[in-house]
């Protein structure tokens, strides 16, 4: 009866024209606490992403190739990350469940739904992909958020996946862990300043870089010996649509060199599971970027480029791209409802000074907080003409898309936005 009614419940959803991302889940939870656990028992490999940043491109990925490998493979790829919203996914898949053992699941889940998911689990993989500054009003400081994710790994049957370049990952490091980083040739980013994690969990000392890539991404070192891992899964080199992983290349169609971080976060899931190289290699030169993640369309012969950003972390990344992509316009959508974090005090704490340095024509700014947003641009020095408010969606993308342009959302404004821009124009790969 649960599965019936949360099945109708998600049809009735988008017939009115909602997602139903989590609707399934709610209403089958409502006539059955045990649901849950009873449809995640099923499965016989349960892979869990979580993390800040990249953990909907490494979903993705991840199951985009386990798909290939076994089709009852489920997951969460459409983001719905909460408890309900896997369910949800659950629920909607249950003819799977009934006819098969289901030998994959791969979900996506929120950092702070970690421990509710753990709850229902014996056995399982955990993904951590890095910890950033983000969302305080939902997470409160990244240590209790940390915390309490540890603690639901508790007395667990658990393997870590862990980002070995974040000081706040390694501090998973009494679990059973494998890591993945770079090696200190990798000189692809930019410099700047560590912001989030300077200073050591174990003694308070600020800890030592002798290589940083992005945020506290580096190689880090203590007095106290609390020190970067040795990895199991190395980057060794990027060569444009290339990269170099325990001497293995591996093409891709991913921009932004944040990106090469899922890339590689997945493909050392992947060697875990041990899926054949050439079955990684193939799902890793066929997968194209989605959900607003660099997603590109083409509007009438102009490059468009959407993504999503959330935090001063990943808005940094994005900015530096934004010079390899050259647009003539940029457009900010920054919301502050529930979904986005309330607290977007975060964007004083992000670089947009890199687009003084390019050709930029227009700034369009929407959303709830569009003023905000334009007070941050014209504190940088951008002239006050070059400033376009606009909170119409729909005349906001003919505009914009006059030309090439960058297109950058927080959560609430991306479903909205991607749906207006690809009835515009023709998807393509986040190339």
């Known amino acids: 009866m649960a599965i019936l009614l949360g099945k109708i419940a998600i049809k009735l959803s988008r017939m009115m024209g909602h997602r139903g991302s989590d609707v399934g889940g709610r209403i089958a939870l409502k006539f059955s606490k045990r649901i849950f656990k009873k449809l995640i028992s099923k499965i016989d490999t349960v892979i869990l992403i979580t993390g800040t940043n990249g953990k909907s491109t490494v979903t993705n990925l991840l199951a985009e190739v386990l798909e290939q490998v076994d089709s009852t493979t489920i997951s969460n790829k459409t983001g719905a990350n909460m408890y309900t919203g896997i369910l949800s996914i659950m629920v909607e898949k249950y003819r799977f469940f009934k006819d098969n053992k289901i030998k994959y699941g791969v979900f996506e889940v929120d950092e702070g739904n970690v421990y509710k998911v753990m709850q229902e ?3 399982n993989y955990l993904v951590i992909t890095n910890f950033f500054r983000d969302q305080l009003d ?12 540890k603690n639901s790994l508790e007395n667990k049957d658990v393997k870590l996946i862990i980002n070995a370049d974040d000081p706040f990952c390694y501090r998973f490091n009494k679990y059973n862990y494998v890591s993945y980083g770079l090696t200190s040739a990798i000189t692809s980013f930019e ?26 991404l580096g190689h880090y070192q203590c007095d106290c010996g609390y020190n970067r891992p040795t990895p199991k899964y190395n980057l060794e080199a990027i060569n444009n649509n290339e990269i170099i992983i325990n001497n293995h290349t591996y093409h891709h169609q991913l921009k932004g060199n944040y990106n090469v971080y899922n890339l590689l976060a997945a493909i050392s899931m992947l060697k875990e599971l041990n899926i054949s190289e050439d079955t990684i290699e193939k ?3 066929n997968y194209q970027a989605i959900g607003g993640r660099m997603q590109k369309i083409t509007i009438k012969n102009n490059s468009i480029y959407l993504n999503l950003v959330k935090n001063h972390t990943g808005m940094n990344m994005t900015l530096q791209e934004a ?4 647009p003539e316009h940029i457009a900010f959508i920054l919301n502050d409802n529930e979904g986005d974090g309330r607290d977007v005090s975060w964007i004083w704490d992000a670089d947009f000074e890199y687009l003084l340095a390019l050709d930029i024509e227009k700034y369009f700014v929407s959303g709830t907080r569009a003023y905000d947003m334009a007070l941050r641009l ?12 606009n909170n119409l969606f729909a005349t906001l993308v003919d505009v914009v898309t006059n030309k090439d342009a960058l297109v950058i959302v927080s959560y609430t404004a991306l479903n909205e936005t991607k749906k207006l821009l690809e009835e515009k124009g023709e998807v393509k790969s986040g190339l």
């Open 378 to 389: 014209k504190n940088m020095g951008i002239p006050r003409h070059k400033i376009v408010i």
């Open 121 to 123: 689990l014996d056995h």
């Open 283 to 285: 799902g890793v030169a």
């Open 191 to 216: 410099a700047g300043s560590i912001s989030d994690s300077k200073y050591c969990p174990e003694c308070g000392k600020e800890l030592r870089y002798t290589s940083v890539f992005y945020g506290q």
């Open 138 to 149: 939902r997470y409160s400081e990244m240590d209790l958020l940390i915390d309490k994710i």
């Open 323 to 326: 010079k390899n992509i050259e």
